[in-house]
C-alpha cells in the first residue's frame, strides 16, 4: 500500500466545487495524508500546507515575471498552487509519502521561466525539481504531460536540460531535444491508442532515462465534451493512471507526483480525481 498525500488548494470557480467533500472515503484510510492551507474543517489526518518563499520561485522564474504575477488576481492561487507541488516531493524524499496529488487552481505547465499564460501561472513542477535537487541532491526526473495541449512552459524551461525527460503527448509536432520528447496525438484517439502511448513510447523511455521520480501533469481536458476533446472517455483516466503508477513502482519506488491540469467540467472532476487518487493509494 503506498501512502499517499493530498494536496488541497481550492479557492474559487466551478470545477473543484464539490472538494474536498468528493473525498469521502479516501480521507479516512490510514495511507492517506491531507494537507491544506484554508479548508476549516480539517479532517483528523490533515496537515497544514504553507506557501513557499517568494526566493524559491525565483530559482525557476524571472523578477519582473513574478512581479506580474503577482499584481495579478490569481496570485494567491498561484502561489498555494505551486506550493502544494514544492510539498509533495518534499515530503516524498523525506520519506514520510510515496506518491501525491496536487490539487491546484492555477497551473502549471504553460508557465515557462519568463511568461504565463493558459491558466497557469507558476510552473510548479519545476519549482519542485529546483528544490529537490539542491535540498537532496537528486538529479533525474521524468514528467509525462497528458494534458490534451502542449506543455511550452515545461519544455522551454528544461530545453537545456538533459536530467530532465519531458514526456508531452498533445497534438503538436515538436523536434525532440535533449530528452525533450513530443508524441504527436491524433486529433481523435480512443483510450486503448492512448494507453498504448504511455505503455509502448513513454515506458521504455522512462526505463531507459532511469528517473529518480516521475511527475503526471495529468488533465482531464481531452475528454469527450472537455474544452480540448480528443476523444477520451471518461474511462481513461484510471486506465491511465494504473499504467503511469506502474511505471513509478518499477522505476522509482513509487516516487509519483500527479499534478491536476486543464480540464473544466464539475462533474468529472468529482468522478476522476478520487478515482486517480484511489489508484495512488492502493
Ligand atoms: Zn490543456
Ligand atoms: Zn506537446
Known sequence: MSATGIFFHYQDGERLRDFPQALEGILSRDNVFFYDAFYPLKPPCSFDLDPIPIDVIGEVHTPEMIERVKRSAAFQGALFSASGTVAAALRIWKGEIDSAFVFTGYGDHHAGSNSFGGGCYFNGAAI????????FKAQRFAIIDTDAHHGDGTWEIFSNDPDVLYFCLCSGSYQEKNNKVNVQVPWRVSDEQYLRLISRSFYPRAEAF???????????????????????????????????????DQL???????????????????????????VLAE
Do not use: M
Open 128 to 135: 519542485a525539481i529546483r528544490e529537490l535537487r539542491k535540498r
Open 210 to 248: 532511469q528517473p529518480e521520480a516521475i511527475f503526471w501533469n495529468w488533465g482531464y481536458d481531452g475528454t469527450q465534451g472537455e474544452y480540448g476533446d480528443i476523444g477520451l472517455t471518461p474511462d481513461s483516466h484510471g486506465l491511465f493512471a494504473r499504467e503511469i503508477k506502474r511505471a513509478a
Open 252 to 278: 522509482c519506488h513509487g516516487r509519483l507526483i500527479v499534478v491536476l491540469c486543464g480540464g473544466s467540467r464539475r462533474d468529472l472532476a468529482r468522478r476522476l480525481i478520487p478515482e486517480v487518487i484511489r
